[in-house]
């Protein structure tokens, strides 16, 4: 088991908060009130579990700029009251940010019983082991 101090804690419960606003924000039609909470919620949470010198140390990475702009940008798009174009803008942020996470995720997901058999059907197949490939490293 994974020991947490309670600033982890915190962070943790922020982040899945910041989540559940962000995905009942786009249900709700890109509400821009439920985004600008979870989006501040999700940055506040990521800060309080990997602590803020790393934060900023992975955001403002050289060669994660232009993922950081998109990201922090789409941010500030939602706030200033354009749900749609900064929920997208996000999203292309995130990816662009994350996507050297993704063969991890990928293989921890074949893991799992269900999910696995799923993941290796021939036809959804071909595309998770396009998403599970990256040519960068984190």
Known sequence: MISLTDSQKIGMGLTGFGVFFLF???????????LAIGNILFVAGLAFV?????????????HKMKATGFFLGGVFVVLIGWPVVGVVLEIYGFFLLFRGFFPVVVGFIRR??????????????AYVDKAGESNSMV
């Not at 009942?24 to 439920?34: E, Q, R, S």
């Open 50 to 62: 990997i602590g803020l010198e790393r934060t900023f140390r992975f955001f403002f990475q050289k």
């Open 24 to 34: 009942f924000g786009m249900i709700l039609f890109f509400d821009k009130a439920l």
């Open 112 to 125: 799992i019983p269900v999910l696995g058999s799923i993941l290796n059907l021939p036809f959804i197949s």
